[in-house]
């Protein structure tokens, strides 16, 4: 008997555990239109709510989104609502009112937009908080990247190459999540260095809506208040590591002191390349996007996703898929965003002498240098490689 009950127990646990790993859509199913029954039939209709189109990566997500729901054979209207909260909650009531059968939301203010997620359940939709999270309410499902690690990858990157001396923190949104999240993974790091005395934060602010000129003026006060005598900048996207470079520049401390950055937006990569910024952090886009899409399927169709993590957001612990972010800079941005196809050799390298880009492999007996493919564009010399495997952390264990 003793043997069967631990048999049973341990199934139970296994089961448990089973059930943790994965969100299914609200009681009742999904479907605005639908008087809340699963959408067992007809196409799907996906509402996505964007705050923003300003920064390249988000038309980014916003074309790759469509791309993958084009390919599903699923319906994805998208309204943007350019920073302003009040309009972001208009169109996703708006998009609830079109009948989707399941709502996306990238927030732009992630306390205010838990009204949205309250509109969504009054009329059983799931909804999905994308990239960034929204608080205090009943999310169905986050999907990420790994943000506190982005954070600590900013700044131990920095600390490597500049262990001793004054350090400017520029954050972004104080109303984004993320922005927060960042900031944890970078103290994380910091925070012992300075514990050491090894190096002292001389500016630690938040920039107003990811401004660039928000930066730039919070590194040329830090750069003014230390007689110019810093040693990094840890920018926490690549919107803001260009504001504070332009304070660098003023200063003639270009490529003098190390600035992270995040997206490996094209100008962020096009400074790299020039010794203006030393590293941006690149977050695929892709398998963000396509992730999302195809976890809305399976909501809007009552059926279970499988995540690997939770992330609390002051209310519950949300089901996350969170994706694993790579660090760039000069030395392996080929191998990377390059590689990738997320920017182009061309434009990345446009502002770099010709005979400084990377070599072109030979081809046709014709010799490595200025080797040319038979439409007449140069062939690169890369290692193998490939992106890693997604890969998951558990964000709130930081």
């Known amino acids: 008997m ?27 199913g999904s479907g605005g239109s639908g008087g809340g029954a699963k959408k067992t039939s007809g196409p799907i209709k996906i509402g996505f709510s964007m705050d923003t189109l300003k920064e390249e990566r988000w038309q980014r997500d916003k074309e790759l989104v469509e791309a993958k729901a084009r390919a599903l054979g699923v319906e994805v209207l998208v309204q943007v609502a350019n920073g302003d909260d009040a309009l972001q909650i208009e169109q996703a ?3 609830l009112t079109q009948g ?41 499902l986050y999907i990420s990247h790994q943000v506190v690690k982005i954070g600590e990858m900013q700044a131990k990157y920095c600390l490597d190459r500049a262990p001793k001396g004054n350090y400017v923190i520029v954050g972004g949104s104080p109303t984004d999540n993320n922005a927060l999240l960042l900031h944890q993974g970078q103290m994380n790091i910091l925070q012992p260095a300075v514990d050491r005395g090894d190096i002292k934060i001389v500016a630690d602010q938040y920039a107003k809506e990811w401004k660039a000129s928000e930066a730039l003026n919070i590194t040329e006060n830090a750069l003014t208040q230390n007689n110019n005598n810093i040693v990094a900048v840890v920018a ?7 504001g504070a470079i332009q304070a660098l520049e003023a200063q003639k401390l270009t490529g003098k002191v190390l600035i992270s950055g995040q997206d490996a ?19 695929p886009i892709k398998p963000l996007a396509e992730t999302a899409v195809e976890s809305a399927i399976k909501l809007a169709r009552g059926e279970s996703v499988q995540t690997t993590d939770t992330v609390n957001n002051g209310k519950k612990d949300v089901p996350s898929i969170l994706l694993e972010p790579l660090v760039v800079d000069k030395e392996n941005i080929v191998q990377t ?61 930081r």
């Open 236 to 242: 926490s996207n690549d919107g803001t590591a260009g």
């Open 265 to 283: 937006d094209l100008a962020a990569c096009q400074r790299i390349v020039q010794g203006q910024q030393s590293m941006t952090i690149y977050a």
């Open 100 to 140: 989707v059968d399941v709502l996306m939301v990238a927030p732009h203010n992630g306390q205010v937009a838990a009204s949205i997620v309250n509109a969504a359940k009054r009329q059983n939709v799931p909804i999905i908080s994308y990239d960034r999270l929204i608080m205090s309410s009943d999310v169905d």
């Open 337 to 397: 965003v390059i590689r990738d196809g997320y920017q182009k050799l061309e434009a990345v390298y446009q502002n770099v002498p010709r005979e400084q880009w990377p070599k072109v492999a030979g081809n046709r007996g014709r010799g490595a240098s200025g080797d040319m493919s038979e439409r007449g564009r140069p062939i690169l010399a890369l290692p193998v490689w490939s992106l890693p495997d997604i890969a998951f952390a558990t964000e709130n264990s």
């Open 93 to 95: 009531e708006n998009l």
């Open 2 to 28: 003793r043997t069967e009950t631990m048999l049973t127990i341990m199934l139970l646990l296994v089961s448990a555990l089973a059930l943790a790993g994965c969100v299914n859509a609200p009681p009742g």
